[in-house]
């Protein structure tokens, strides 16, 4: 059980935009056993809320990582403040009215207030956290072999967009259009998650996500019109609002990252910077990318 | 056919606000004047009359639920068992409503789908949907 406190700490990662200034991580301290310390010191830094969060889940497995995923957003939002040092435990968090869970800068004592987004996103066995500045972000991560009980073209036809059905049908390898269809997941609903009005306010059905011609991994939306019922008359608005950076993270997982274009940025490309992070024991950078 | 049993309105429903409760009550003693299809018809009156779900609905779900989220079959759930608390997230939670609605010939909304966090809460919706089905 300790061993694998320890893999599904190594595997969490925070994603961040370039204007945000890294603080230097507070020094470590001399600990008999890593494990027990990392343990402690997240309850430590969990409002009550946080624990009673933890408590309702079923298992020991599913409450270390909702501890490790609370811990995860409050010491990397903790981070990005500039200035001064934060202590995570200082953090408050709220949930908009459509119950996506934000910074409550408010009534943090000791904050400056800074436009700054999360999202967060787990499996079994990693936990990412986006952070961004004023724009909204979301995040999703899924195991690159997990597997789809239902047969996968079902399943699109079910709930995503008759172009995106389209898509995976053309892949003849099943594999292949698992993973295609996981890949597809994982934007979507780094998309919805993004919005952050819930899933009933944009359905899969509702938008298209397509790769950009020409590019190995752009990626744009278009809103499918709902009126037809002739999916060849679909009418789409396509529109540059949204960015999307697909990853994959560790080698095991698929991820994506949606985040709201800025008005003041129109057509930049969005920067995206993975690092994997042990809180408050390490931090590695793995990769800067651009994404158009 | 309409099997809502005025008589025994035994109401397990957590999620439901009082209001809810209230209004139904109040509808119920005339809920027989009214045809099944035209009651079918009114959106306003789909409100979700939530009886509690049969035990085998509920058992049902829970087999379904076990299987998507690979659970021991041991594993102690209850019809209140939240499926995030179990560790479904997003993509199982959709698994999970698209193997209700093969098992129970149904068709869920996006909306409903949304609204359904415990497994008391999809028997409930399963009995719902599955008692506004046009008689065959």
């Known amino acids: 059980m300790r061993i694998s406190v320890m893999s599904q700490m190594q595997r969490s990662f925070s994603i961040d935009l370039p204007s945000l200034i890294p603080l230097q991580l507070p020094s470590r301290r001399h600990v008999p056993h890593p494990t027990f310390w990392l343990i402690g010191f997240e309850a430590y830094l969990l409002s009550q809320t946080e624990k009673d969060g933890v408590d309702q889940m079923r298992g020991d497995e599913l409450k270390k990582n909702a501890l490790l995923a609370r811990t995860l957003v409050r010491t990397t939002v903790a981070r990005y403040q500039t200035n001064k040092e934060v202590d995570p435990r200082s953090l408050m968090f709220k949930k908009n009215v459509y119950?996506?869970?934000?910074?409550?800068?408010?009534?943090?004592k000791n904050c400056n207030h800074q436009p700054l987004h999360f999202n967060i996103s787990h499996t079994d066995s990693l936990i990412a956290c986006g952070v961004t500045v004023h724009v909204p972000v979301g995040i999703d991560v899924e195991d690159k072999?997990?597997?789809?009980?239902?047969d996968v073209l079902a399943f699109a036809k079910r709930f995503y967009s008759a172009d995106e059905v389209n898509f995976l049908a053309t892949i003849p390898d099943p594999e292949a259009?698992?993973?295609e269809f996981i890949k597809l997941w994982t934007l979507k609903e780094a998309y919805v998650k993004a919005l952050g009005k819930g899933f009933s306010a944009a359905p899969f059905n509702t938008f298209t996500i397509q790769s950009i011609?020409?590019?190995?991994e752009g990626y744009s939306l278009c809103k499918t019109s709902e009126v037809t019922a002739d999916p060849l008359e679909e009418t789409k608005k396509c529109n540059g609002e949204w960015k999307f950076a697909p990853l994959e993270l560790a080698d095991s997982h698929y991820a994506a990252v949606c985040i709201e274009d800025d008005q003041a940025n129109e057509g930049a490309p969005m920067r995206v910077i993975v690092r994997k992070t042990i809180p408050f024991v390490e931090d590695q950078l793995i990769s800067e990318r651009i994404f158009l | 056919m309409a099997s809502l049993s005025a008589t025994s309105l035994s109401f397990k429903a957590p999620s439901i606000q009082s209001t809810r409760i209230s209004q139904v009550l109040r509808k119920a003693s005339t809920f027989q004047s009214i045809s099944f299809g035209r009651f079918q018809s009114s959106k306003s009156l789909r409100l979700q009359?939530?009886?509690?779900?049969?035990?085998e609905?509920?058992?049902?779900?829970s087999d379904i639920v076990k299987e998507q989220l690979a659970l021991s079959a041991d594993t102690a759930l209850t019809a209140e068992s939240k499926f995030s608390a179990l560790g479904a997230d997003s993509l199982d939670t959709v698994e999970i409503v698209m193997a209700l609605e093969e098992k129970f010939n149904i068709s869920v909304e996006e909306a409903d789908a949304q609204?359904?966090?415990?497994?008391?809460?999809?028997?409930?919706?399963?009995?719902?949907l599955v008692q506004k089905k046009p008689a065959a």
């Open chain 1, 99 to 108: 119950g996506k869970p934000e910074v409550d800068w408010q009534n943090c």
């Open chain 1, 145 to 150: 072999e997990r597997k789809i009980k239902h």
């Open chain 1, 177 to 179: 259009q698992r993973k």
């Open chain 1, 213 to 216: 011609p020409g590019t190995e």
């Open chain 2, 49 to 55: 009359i939530s009886c509690a779900a049969k035990p």
């Open chain 2, 57 to 61: 609905t509920v058992q049902k779900v």
């Open chain 2, 115 to 128: 609204n359904i966090t415990t497994i008391q809460e999809a028997a409930d919706l399963i009995e719902d």
